[in-house]
């Protein structure tokens, strides 16, 4: 199963973007979409997929947390 994963932003380059997920940086792709740093964005498999507010990620974030708590 492949899950959206919430992010911000730290850098761009082109259409590659460094993205922090809770301190694990990852680079994804963000020609899809019109991101810039500091913006928090939705990633799955490897692109930037959608923009979102501080409350949505936060939300999102909270979500899993409570998915892996109950999974462990």
Known sequence: MCVALPGRVTKLEGTKATVDFS?????A???LV??????RV???AGCIIQTM??????ELEQL?????DITL
Do not use: Q
């Not at 301190?23 to 680079?27: A, D, E, K, L, S």
């Not at 019109?34 to 913006?39: A, E, P, Q």
């Not at 899993?64 to 892996?68: A, H, L, N």
């Open 29 to 31: 792709e963000a020609g």
């Open 42 to 44: 939705l990633v799955h």
């Open 53 to 58: 507010s501080d409350d949505e990620a936060d």
């Open 64 to 68: 899993f947390s409570e998915i892996e």
């Open 34 to 39: 019109n991101v810039k740093i500091g913006d």
């Open 23 to 27: 301190g694990n940086i990852v680079v």
